[in-house]
């Protein structure tokens, strides 16, 4: 009888503390429990559900909580309703094997004062489902993108990103935009981008009367999303839970517009249309030049929309000469200066001399000790420096690593010896 007593006292003295404890460490100066979170809302993304809700202040972690009958907590456990997750820091939850339909979902909000309250009458509500079958087929200079109806939905809206496959529409780092968020039909009509300018333009190859040009274009490829909207949410874009593939059309540039310049400033545009326009390296043959001159260059991508802003570096390089020459000698000068970025991985510039006689140079890497090398980067004179970032001089994390380099000029003839080698760390 006496054992009986000591348990029942202790179990009322750990109910009172289960009461009192929050309270004290609030008292205390701990934090306040957090209110409930508001605008608890549910979908179906293919055979698994999505609850999300808004954030609630003061919040560490949230509990999620599902039941056909209503839930709510008794002696710190759930009553009527069973805990699906806790510590759930996100403000999304996703239910992988839900089974059969629940009645409801319910999340409460935890710190370490304690929990907010479940209000067993307010589950969260059902949004509707996903459109099904969305698709996309090209119109001219346009994009049009229909998908099925959605039973319950009274409005749609349609999500964009080009390039990317992803699409999270939260803050603080949405990865895809809103077109419009008030689609009546089933319909919705995209003029297409104009492309965004080509990339890592540089003369590749050259002769006494030849520069061959080369770039890469990105981007191209429209990625398309949409969410069936009612009065309580709309349907989860379904790349915030797994990687679906979204709805999408290839649209590479039609052509390219290339301008090019002397030194003396004289300058002409020509206007490139390649063949297999669905690569996304290009090259382009710029014939007719004189021997031993410097040109540049800067290339544009276009389409019925119109040309993107230019490349963002102009290219240049250098005609062999007609005539006859030697190999050029060893570089001297070669410089190493690591370029501290914040919030990316570091790069390095490395700088040399320019050599008479040369064309263009190779610059090599290697790790340290630099006992081997490959080749990083081919240079077009009269360029004689390199800012770059590349696998060799990267970090499982990408992050920069100590890294050795060396160059050497070259010309039709040869190239010359290797300069010295320089480490930058």
């Known amino acids: ?31 306040a429990v957090p209110e409930p979170p508001s605008s608890l809302r549910y979908g179906y993304v293919g055979s698994v559900v999505v609850l999300v809700w808004d954030a609630s202040a003061r919040a560490d972690s949230y509990s999620i909580y599902s039941g056909e009958l209503g839930c709510g907590v008794g002696s710190g456990h759930p009553v009527i309703c ?31 004062s304690g929990c907010s309250e479940i209000d067993a009458a307010s589950p969260a509500r ?9 698709r996309v087929s090209r119109e001219g200079s346009s994009l049009e993108v229909t998908w099925d109806p959605v039973p319950g939905a009274t409005r749609y809206s349609v999500y964009h990103n080009p390039g990317s496959p992803r ?19 089933t319909t919705y009509t995209h003029t297409i981008p104009v492309p965004d300018p080509p990339f890592s333009v540089t003369v590749v190859d050259r002769s006494a009367d030849a520069l061959t040009l080369g770039w890469r274009v990105g981007g191209y490829d429209q990625h398309y999303w949409v969410a069936a909207c009612s009065d309580a949410g709309c349907s989860i874009i379904a790349s915030n839970v797994h990687d679906f593939l979204p709805a999408s059309y290839d649209v590479p540039p039609g052509y390219y517009r290339v301008s090019r310049a002397t030194e003396d400033g004289a300058t002409q545009e020509m206007r490139y249309t390649p063949l297999g326009s669905s690569l996304d390296r290009f090259q382009y043959v710029d014939k007719g030049l004189q021997p031993n001159t410097v040109y540049y260059y800067g290339v544009k991508a276009c389409n019925d929309s119109g040309c993107s802003g230019g490349s963002s570096r102009r290219a240049a390089g250098l005609t062999e000469s007609d005539g006859s020459v030697d190999a050029p000698s060893t570089p001297t000068g070669l410089q190493g200066e690591k370029i501290v970025r ?12 320019p050599v008479e006689g040369a064309t263009y140079y190779e610059l090599w890497i290697g790790g340290v000790p630099s006992s081997s090398f490959e080749l990083g980067e081919e240079i077009s ?4 420096d390199q800012s770059f970032g590349t696998s060799a001089n990267r970090g499982f994390f990408g992050e920069y690593e100590t890294t050795s380099y060396k160059v050497r000029a070259c010309n039709e003839v040869d190239c010359s010896p290797f300069s010295e080698i320089i480490t930058v760390q």
């Open 126 to 134: 059902l949004m509707p489902r996903s459109p099904g079958s969305v």
């Open 1 to 31: 009888m006496a054992r009986l007593c000591l348990a029942w006292e202790l179990g009322r003295a750990a109910l009172v503390l289960a009461v009192l404890l929050p309270l004290s460490v609030a008292a205390c100066g701990g934090p």
């Open 381 to 384: 004179a009269p360029l004689h």
């Open 167 to 185: 699409c999270y529409t939260s803050d603080p780092y949405p990865q895809c935009d809103e077109l419009d968020g008030n689609v009546t039909g």
């Open 82 to 112: 069973r805990e699906l997750a806790s510590g759930v820091w996100d403000t999304l939850y996703v239910h992988d094997s839900p089974g059969a339909e629940p009645s409801g979902y319910w999340v409460v909000a935890c710190n370490g």
């Open 342 to 353: 914040d919030g990316v991985p570091d790069d390095v510039r490395v700088t040399w001399d």
